[in-house]
């Protein structure tokens, strides 16, 4: 049979061919788009050797801060399979040693069974970048051809990363690129209203792009930040919220979805929340290359991991995707704190000792240069006219406007109003400008639907590709953000005009802004229409759904009996707050964190205790008291996941995804909202901690 112009995916089941008994791996290898292949078995047998099999493996393999999946053996590892490949087939993979200074030796074999001929041999004294390989199956019609990869390193460890077989692409689909500029405000871009003349490259880019004037970002830090872009969804649904969190297993991830479709995926980036295997973000990259690898111990602009090297990177990458469809994740770092006096050719160079303020403009002049001289490259090699490009931020950054610096604390639009403009293939629809919100979220759909591939499963997000060409309405709305730490704990919700803010931690209040009228949040509406209170409802349901912890809800009651609730663990817990406290209602956390404290009077609207413990499945231990007298556990509803122990109430929470339905003769309700499943870490690794620390996402 014949298939041309689908992705086919072969699950590999290894076997060591040595007389020790066989070791088992799976991974795979991918028949890209293009390729035809007249025999499409569900599973091939493939035959890994090593002269130490106990050592084989399937790692992932770090080479010049460039993480792979790679198969691995001690001293040496052969790789061998049957296949049909046709005319003008070709293979890619890359090569490694470890330590990355022994010596490497590696041949290609290739043809019909029993018959096969030397088609590429090189050898290496350093391994660190990797070795890139690509090179034609010479002698394949279609006919049973077996390839044979063999790299030794002596002394050491050999790698052979992610083999793929290529064909001519039939029908070229676009090359995709998103480059995010950390901590960028969007003020501080001529295309948005800026007059500081710091984005000549992005503005000249501007114009024949289309610019999103109102994009929000879904969180105000980092990792859940990028995570939403990767998947489509909001925080609390992808599982990268808190520093400890990882991006949750089995969510679909953007870059998988364009590996699925034959693209060559390469991510290059210079922050270390963004950790290819602790993290979760390396999935559906064939590359992950993180500059942020030796920040330990140092201020991050300390390093020389700037926007200049990630623009050098993909400019000596772009030659091994010839005649390939590409994803490229892009992911600079000069604007983080601490800011640095930049020289950008062309401007004047700032003096040392300026204010943050013009630190920060001198970061982002700098990095605007490279993203300028990036555009200029694929201009020059004829490939921006088949490229989508998206210039966007992951957040912005605040300088005391609202009383705090930096990011990662509150949610205004100094943090989530971010740049997004996005260039489509052959500059179609330049010019235009879109004035609704929109949301980072929907960067994947719009990505799939732009390049003609299949949407995302399960996403919050919606495509904006018909609204780029000016064929839709309106995304719908509302749109939302969450902020979440140790510290603080805040929720956003907007519509075209109103925007709502519900902080839960370190304290409770609320706040509504007409951003019609008010766009810079300085005055708080004190009267909020209708159309406010609808977009409060909906922040209360998504906050609701959005808490990871233990939920204590005690129902509406206007008897105004004075009520004590206290919970206790003895692992802790990692954070606790109110959904609503009201003025005169102690709540407190002792000072190792192991017991809760709240006292108020019943009144008409519900009181609402969140906490989530240090540990999963930690017991918890619960006391009521209304009136003086403990509540009766006949009153309470507890929800599914929950398990009594004993008689003091003590409850050990478990995996469930939902609260209990009200009772009206059971005012208390009580529940365990899980994480998404494989999102929480135990640890992190010691390295990366200080990398974390380094910049100041771990105090």
């Known amino acids: 049979m014949s298939d041309r112009g689908v992705t086919l995916l072969l699950t590999l089941t290894l076997t060591t061919a040595c007389d020790r008994a066989p070791a088992r791996f799976e991974t795979r290898v991918r028949l890209l788009e293009g390729v035809e292949v007249t025999e499409t078995p569900a599973v091939a047998q493939v035959e890994l050797e090593s002269p130490n099999p106990a050592s084989l493996r399937v790692n992932d393999i770090e080479a010049g801060k460039d993480m792979r999946r790679a198969f691995v053996g001690r001293d040496a590892v052969t790789l061998r399979w049957s296949l049909r490949p046709t ?46 390989t690509r090179l034609a199956l010479e002698g394949a019609d279609g006919s049973a051809y077996v390839v044979e990869i063999t ?12 083999p793929t077989l290529l064909g001519a692409v039939n029908g070229a689909k676009p090359n995709v690129i998103v480059y995010v500029v950390d901590c960028l405000r969007a003020d501080r871009v001529g295309a948005f209203g800026s007059k500081r003349d710091l984005s000549p490259a992005i503005d000249a880019f501007a114009r024949e792009s289309v610019v999103l004037e109102q994009a929000w970002s879904c969180a105000s830090w980092t990792k859940p930040s990028v995570a939403c872009m990767f998947t489509g ?72 991991a700037d926007a200049k090297l990630i623009t050098d990177d993909v400019i000596s990458w772009l030659p091994s995707v010839e005649g390939r469809p590409f994803f490229l994740y892009l992911h600079s770092l000069d604007l983080h704190f601490p800011y640095l006096a930049r020289a950008t050719p062309g401007r004047p160079k700032i003096p040392e000792g300026a204010s943050e303020p013009d630190l920060y403009d001198s ?71 879109i004035p609704e919100p929109v949301s980072l979220i929907d960067l994947p759909q ?25 064929e839709a309405p309106p995304r719908p709305l509302p749109l939302f953000a969450e902020q979440i730490s140790p510290v603080e704990t805040l929720y956003s919700v907007r519509d075209d005009r109103y925007k709502a803010i519900e902080q839960l931690a370190p304290q409770a ?27 409060r409802r909906d922040l209360a349901e998504f906050m609701a759904q959005a808490q990871e912890g233990l939920h204590l809800t005690i129902d509406t009651d206007p008897d105004n009996a004075p009520v004590r609730v206290a919970l206790r663990s003895a692992t802790g817990f990692e954070r606790a707050y109110l959904m609503g406290q009201r003025t005169g209602e102690p709540f407190r956390v002792s000072p190792d964190a192991k017991t809760v404290t709240y006292e108020f009077r019943r009144s008409g609207f519900p009181h609402h205790v969140i906490a989530v413990p240090n540990a999963f499945n930690a017991l918890v231990e619960m006391e009521i008291w209304v009136a003086g007298s403990a509540v009766n556990s006949a009153r309470v509803l507890v929800g599914p996941g929950l398990s009594p122990r004993g008689s003091k109430w003590s409850f050990l929470p478990q995996e469930a995804a939902r609260a209990p339905g009200p009772s009206g003769d059971r005012p208390i309700r009580l529940w365990y909202q899980a ?17 974390l620390r380094a910049l100041g996402y771990i105090k």
């Open 675 to 691: 994480a998404p499943a494989g999102s929480r870490m135990k640890t992190l690794d010691p390295k990366l901690s200080e990398e």
């Open 87 to 132: 005319k003008g087939a070709r293979l890619e993979f890359a090569l490694t040693s470890k330590p990355h200074s022994t010596p490497l030796t590696y041949r290609v074999l290739g043809g019909a069974p029993g018959g096969l001929r030397e088609l590429h041999a090189g050898a290496s004294s350093s391994t660190a970048p990797w070795i890139e």
């Open 151 to 162: 790299a030794e390193a002596p002394g050491g460890r050999a790698a052979i990363a992610e």
């Open 509 to 535: 209040r609320s706040l509504v802004f007409d951003l019609a009228r008010d766009p810079e949040e300085k005055a708080p509406l004190s009267d909020t229409p209708s159309r406010v209170q609808a977009l």
């Open 363 to 433: 970061e982002f002049a700098y990095n605007d240069h490279e993203i300028g001289r990036l555009i200029d490259t694929l201009r020059q090699q004829g490939r921006l006219q088949d490229t989508i490009v998206v210039v966007t931020a992951d957040h912005g950054e605040e300088f005391g406007e609202h009383g705090t610096t930096r990011h990662g604390h509150t949610l205004y639009q100094d943090l989530v109003h971010v740049p997004l403009v996005i260039r489509l293939p052959a500059a179609l629809q330049a010019g235009r400008r």
């Open 446 to 470: 719009t990505l799939l639907a732009l390049t003609g591939l299949p949407p995302l499963a399960g996403v919050d997000g919606v495509s904006l590709a018909p609204r780029l060409r000016g």
């Open 233 to 304: 969804r909001y925080p609390p649904r992808h599982g990268a919220r808190t520093t400890r969190d990882r991006l949750a297993d089995g969510v679909p991830t953007l870059a998988e979805a364009f590996a699925r479709a034959g693209y060559a995926t390469r991510a290059v980036v210079a922050n270390p929340v963004l950790d290819a295997e602790t993290f979760g973000f390396g999935r559906g990259f064939r590359s992950y290359r993180n500059l942020a690898r030796d920040y330990a111990g140092l201020a991050v602009n300390s390093v020389s």
